[in-house]
């Protein structure tokens, strides 16, 4: 259980043009899913939070224009990189959160991830 | 804190050794931790979790323990396997903000 996918895993377009990645939790319900952005050899770093039915949160320097995330529904949100330039081509990396009963613990579940490359 | 690196510190084990991993957080307010595996091309995969409340967690073939004094969280694996081979990262959970913070990571490397 707790499967998450991602579409597409790996996309190349050219530079000025939008691309959009999908989240989807396969077999749970996800309120709450989180987009990561991961540069080679380095960490996950928190883009954004998405939540069914209202606006994503953006942690401080993630440009809320540029990366249009839509939660429209419990098991589907999406990432759209827009105007896409070279330096946004990086491995973008959605989780859903499982919630349990309480106490409820930020347990999150990953997808494949999608490889993004700026020509 | 967030983390950020430039390159990633690296184990080298060989196989059939036990292998530990150590993570410092940086938030003393945390109050769960899971540790991941990341193969290269691949999303984080779940491994295993503590809560704060805990200082000892036992899995299959691996545990982790935390000091909650140091703020230090390790991950013990046993009879490490070419499998293993991986990027490790620690997540720390500060509940008041329901986000996770990554740690730098650390690669696994096994040898036959």
């Known amino acids: 259980g707790a499967v998450v996918s991602q579409h597409p895993s790996w996309v190349i377009c050219k530079s000025g043009t939008s691309v959009k990645i999908e989240c989807r939790s396969l077999?749970?319900?996800?309120?709450?899913m989180f987009w990561y952005r991961q540069f080679p050899k380095q960490s996950l770093m928190l883009m954004a939070t998405?939540?069914?039915?209202?606006?994503?949160?953006?942690e401080q320097g993630v440009e809320k224009d540029k990366f249009l995330i839509n939660h429209a529904s419990l098991t589907l949100s999406t990432l759209t990189v827009t105007s896409a330039h070279p330096e946004d081509s990086s491995f973008y990396i959605c989780?859903?959160?499982?919630?349990?009963?309480?106490?409820?613990?930020?347990?999150?579940?990953f997808g494949p991830g999608t490889r993004l490359t700026v020509l | 804190g967030e983390s950020v690196g430039l390159h990633l510190p690296t184990l080298s084990v060989q196989e059939g050794d036990n292998s530990i991993i150590n993570c410092a957080y940086s938030?003393?307010?945390?109050?769960?931790f899971i540790w991941y595996k990341q193969e290269s091309g691949k999303g984080p995969q779940f491994i295993i979790d503590?809560?704060?409340?805990?200082d000892k967690r036992q899995g299959q073939r691996v545990t982790v323990l935390l000091n909650k004094t140091v703020k230090h969280l390790s991950l013990q694996i046993a009879a490490t396997q070419p499998g293993d081979s991986a990027v490790y990262f620690c997540?720390?959970?500060?509940?008041?903000?329901?986000?996770?913070?990554f740690g730098t990571g650390t690669r696994l490397l096994v040898s036959p």
């Open positions: 989780s859903a959160r499982l919630l349990r009963d309480y106490p409820s613990y930020n347990e999150q579940f």
């Open positions: 077999d749970f319900q996800a309120t709450t």
């Open positions: 503590i809560r704060s409340n805990m």
């Open positions: 997540a720390e959970n500060n509940g008041g903000f329901q986000k996770l913070v």
């Open positions: 938030n003393s307010a945390s109050d769960y």
């Open positions: 998405s939540n069914e039915g209202s606006k994503a949160t953006y």
